[in-house]
């Protein structure tokens, strides 16, 4: 099951803002020219109490009064109205009806459906008393909030670039939430945290688990820590649901990080997580979208997605058409495949000393982990 | 930062009567490796979990001593201490030249906290951590006036807040600045620092 409706696009801070709603735009009208596009679900949005479950009233307060276009003096302290997450006209609504997608995506869940994919969402950066990083409310807690209330244990995993801080931060003390986060090592990336011994606290102890990688990492050695990390916790926590929040921005054309994933990794990634999702979460499994600011990359990488999903066989080239109404719109060449071309950036000199470091990052991980995990 | 920012207190003492092996016990229990010494509400040693070991320790050159010994007999005196308004750097310095793990921080003579290499550590960690959900810029200046000031007048004509700077001294005339900025978007930064001419370190300017 499919989940989106237009209104998704109402979430945008304004022209030359990289979390751009053309993205949606651009994604849609590529599933539809390429045949594959099903009538969606339209979700409704989420209400102000459903928000309420993993934000504070103090937020959600400056967050409506900003949509009214009343600035509170104090909007910094709480992330807004800075340079990465804008105040506009009606974001309170916005970021509502994403917040919806994803939680309906839970409800239908828990009514039966195994599968489901929200066509947007996925604002992990969003924390209980503060927006950051272009996300406003967190729509992926409220999903596994609501899970969790149903009385399923959640396993969350995040495949952006960026740590997964919000998702991390309101879960940390969660027993039945086990979070999983791969990213740029925030030594080098925003937010900055996400590293190995952030492993959770009291109950959550141990089921908080974060795989900071090395800048310029690739294909291969991505995917050698990912088959290495994410079976061994499933099998151990062993989740009733996957949620997994599918940014984009690993990819090498990433304009706002320095990961080196093609397509090509990205589906080994999907169908790997649709594999573990049948061996240890009963098959259930809620994706989202998230970050992803190569509007090029990004939306071959989702539409690979959408069509793995659907179990559809993969397209090879783009559709004529659509490739250059939108090469026009853009004013930038697009790839014309839906996968990258072979050799596409230049050989990385330290590759071998890259992959050494993030599979002894994996290693220490495992280490700290396994006291709490494992029993 | 001040001695008093990373202090700890209050502060577990002995009397210079106190027997090693008490003092031992109340180290075990308490968790902790130091302990001044007071007589008359003023600090006349430290004694450390090491001084305690070696002075018991059967191989100790002269044989170990009883565990009935006075901690007078085995503690090291007169105290270095710190003062609360002593930058933390400069405990430090003390605390690296003279080899030892703590000081008592007094103030007009009285005892009102300790500070130890933990708490340095600690100190250390607040300097360089990080706590704002934040990007990193690293950037190489030319050691002369003004230079900072061009950096840190680029980022405040792109509104964007510094939540933290360190900056060290690199080789000969130039300075290494790294920053912790509030936003994502580092690489548009690093993008408009080289069009200034700026020696951007961090984040790398992609060839593709």
Known sequence: MVIYREEYRLYDFGPGHPFSPVRLEMLTSLLKALGVWREPLAPPEATREEVLTVHSERLVKRVEAASRGELYPDLPEYGLGTGDTPVFPGMDRAARILVGGTLEGARRILAGERRVLQLGGGLHHAQYDRASGFCVYNDLSVAIRHLVRSGLRVAYLDLDVHHGDGVQWIHYEEREVLTLSLHESGRYLFPGTGQVYELGRGEGLGRKLNLPLEPFAEDEGYLEVFEGLVPWALRAFRPDVLVVQAGADAHFLDPLADLLLTTRAYERLFRRVLEYAEAYAGGRVLFTLGGGYSLDAAVRVWALLYHLFHGLPLPGRLPEGWREHWEARLGQPLTPTLHDPEGAYPEVPRRREIAAYNRRTLERLMELAAPHLLH | ????????????????????????????????????????????????????????????????????????????????????????????????????????????????????????????????????????????????????ARLTGFLAGRGVNIHSLLSYPEEEDVVRAVVRVNTLETHLLAEGLRQEGFDVLWPPKKPW
């Open chain 2, 1 to 148: 930062m001040l001695v008093k920012d990373v202090m700890r207190h209050p502060v577990l003492t002995v009397g210079p009567e106190t027997p090693l092996e008490a003092a031992y016990r109340l180290l075990l229990e308490r968790g902790i490796r130091h302990l001044p010494v007071v007589e008359g509400g003023r600090v006349v040693g430290v004694v450390t979990d090491r001084d305690l070991r070696l002075a018991t320790s059967h191989l100790h050159p002269g044989g170990p001593r009883p565990g009935t010994t006075p901690v007078a007999e085995v503690m090291a005196r007169p105290p270095l201490t710190a003062h609360p308004l002593d930058p933390v750097e400069e405990a430090a310095r003390l605390m690296r030249e003279r080899k030892i793990g703590c000081l008592p921080v007094l103030e007009e003579g009285r005892l009102v906290g300790i500070i130890t290499g933990i708490d340095l550590l600690d100190a250390l960690l607040k300097l360089t951590g990080v706590t704002e959900p934040s990007g990193r810029l690293e950037v190489r200046l030319p050691d002369r006036p003004g230079e900072l």
